[in-house]
């Protein structure tokens, strides 16, 4: 029987006051291992910080929990070929890359829950670029020399925001100079030495902006972005790892430990800088980067397991299956794919965090979905 979104609210609400024993908040005596795959081959970006941070700072070890990392230099592809392969226990990936791999046959696989989603259609959040003091609006953008990753092409995500924003203004690729300027790093060494004027930038990078560089943080409102829920960075497993008894519980351990992670980060900039710290050089950042990086980066972040079976569906049928894989249509169902179980149980054994900025839990389909 279904329940309805109230009835589970409130049922999470019981075990939040006082409902929930130490032993179903994961604190039993019995040890658990789980391997997960993560999207990156070195240390986390901060905007994906959580599952290392909570490792790192003991989230997992207090829920009995031992998790192996296996960094993957491929990305979501590489994690979804790690969990197939039998290689990891769970995928860290964006969500269309699991779905694909479900419409291309591996009908094993499970969405289960995430931890960040950074679409501004759900964050409200503005694009943030490093750019030259003159640069204030759009228009300015004309005549000036823009940094990209590998160029401007459909591959790299910053041309694919830019292109949208120059049109946004009535100019074309024609009215700025493209310049190829390299990783992260790179461009925003072209940018103080100024070879060029204006790329992306991750908000960690905001001390390099200072009026006395002649640069600063500029925000636009995003254009061509409503495309609802995407999922930036989920979770995934197989059907049979939810199956077995002993895996689950690890799973759902490291969903509730992650969680945890999430909500102390986004409500504490102390933690949020001390996990920070482990993965960057904190000596060159700034208060102003720091409240920076923290004020874009806790918005983006999950609390509640990224788990809105209808926005996901309205975005699976509006968008994944009319624009981003239309050959998908048939094959695959939302409901095929996405098992909402491991994030109901953490959150009948953590409780609902009801001051997250956007991540309403709705754990059943729509019907006729």
């Known amino acids: 029987m279904k329940r309805t979104l109230g009835a589970l609210l409130a049922a999470l609400a019981v075990a939040a006051c006082g409902g929930v024993t ?22 986390p970006p901060v905007c994906c910080m959580m599952e290392p941070a909570a490792k790192d700072l003991g989230y997992y070890k207090r829920q009995n929990l031992d998790v192996t990392f296996v960094n993957v230099s491929t990305a979501s ?9 039998g290689r990891a226990d769970v995928a860290g990936a964006a ?8 419409a291309a046959g591996t009908t094993d696989i ?9 679409n501004p259609s759900l964050t409200h959040q503005k694009w943030y670029f490093g750019a030259k003091t003159s640069i204030n609006t759009v228009a300015d953008l004309k005549g000036k020399r823009i940094g990209l990753v590998t160029g401007p092409n459909p591959t790299d995500p910053g041309y694919v925001q830019i292109h949208a924003l120059l049109a946004s203004a009535g100019l074309t690729d024609k009215d700025v100079a493209w310049v190829v300027a390299g990783t992260q790093d790179a461009r925003a060494q072209a940018l103080v030495a100024g070879r060029i004027d204006f790329t992306t930038i991750p ?7 200072t009026p006395a560089n002649g640069l600063h943080l500029v925000a636009f409102d995003p254009v061509g972005a409503n495309m609802g829920w995407g999922g930036c960075e ?14 689950r519980e690890a799973i759902t351990r490291f969903v509730v430990a992650t969680m945890q992670m ?6 504490s900039q102390a933690t949020f800088k001390k996990a920070m710290g482990l993965y960057l050089d904190m000596s060159q950042e700034t208060s102003q980067s720091i409240e920076n990086t923290w004020s874009y ?9 990224c788990m809105n079976l209808t926005e996901m569906t309205a975005w699976f049928d509006n968008v994944y299956l009319k624009s981003i894989n239309p050959s998908a249509n048939g094959k695959v169902r939302l409901r095929q794919v996405v098992d909402p179980s491991i994030v109901k149980t953490a959150l009948s054994r953590i409780g609902l965090d009801r001051t997250a900025y956007w991540d309403p839990p709705q754990l059943t389909f729509p019907a006729g979905s």
């Not at 989920?234 to 895996?247: H, I, Q, S, V, Y």
């Not at 980066?297 to 397991?305: D, F, H, K, M, S």
């Open 22 to 43: 130490s032993a179903s908040n994961g604190a039993s005596s019995k040890a658990y291992s789980l391997t997960v795959a993560l999207p990156w081959p070195n240390k």
């Open 77 to 85: 592809a590489g994690t979804i070929q790690t969990l197939v392969a």
């Open 95 to 102: 969500v269309a890359a699991g779905i694909g791999a479900y």
């Open 110 to 118: 499970r969405y289960i829950g995430g931890e960040l989603n950074s």
């Open 203 to 209: 908000m960690e990078m905001s001390y390099i902006l």
């Open 234 to 247: 989920c979770w995934f497993t197989t059907a049979a790892a939810l199956k077995d008894p002993e895996r």
């Open 262 to 267: 999430i909500r102390d980060l986004v409500k």
């Open 297 to 305: 980066e806790r918005v983006q972040y999950q609390a509640n397991g």
